[in-house]
């Protein structure tokens, strides 16, 4: 079993950037492909971001150029660092982890995810 538990959310206004973080359980961290997802009310969970167990990323094209996904294995732990916020960005972000390693975009191959963080943007 994994546990990941994120952190960092909050209040901001557009053009504001925040830190995204979570932690995970389990001796594996680094073989695993890590990712974070949003949901805004109404809508369906969506990718955001993707870091592989090699360190590719991936980035949604709604976000690429703004946001920035890195890990620290060592601490087994994944970031977002989001810059330029905008109030389409205001969603519950979700970590996740898939313990295959593989890089994927749909949210159900990820086996594991935490409780998810408020963010909220304001215009």
């Known amino acids: 079993q994994v546990q990941l538990e994120e952190s960092g959310g909050g209040l901001v206004q557009a053009g504001d950037s925040l830190r995204l973080s979570c932690t995970a359980s389990?001796?594996?961290?680094?073989?695993?492909?890590m990712g974070w997802f949003r949901q805004a009310p109404g809508a369906e969970r969506e990718f955001v971001a993707i870091?592989?167990?090699?360190?590719?990323?991936y980035y949604a094209h709604s976000v690429e150029g703004r946001f920035i996904i890195s890990r620290n294995n060592g601490k087994s732990a994944v970031f977002l660092q989001m810059n330029g916020l905008k109030p389409e960005d205001t969603a519950v972000y979700y970590c996740?982890?898939?313990?295959?390693?593989?890089?994927?975009?749909?949210?159900?191959?990820?086996?594991?995810w935490g409780q998810g963080t408020q963010v909220t943007v304001s215009s």
């Open positions: 389990g001796r594996a961290f680094s073989s695993y492909a």
């Open positions: 870091i592989g167990r090699n360190g590719g990323m």
């Open positions: 996740a982890a898939n313990p295959t390693g593989d890089v994927d975009y749909r949210p159900y191959q990820y086996h594991y």
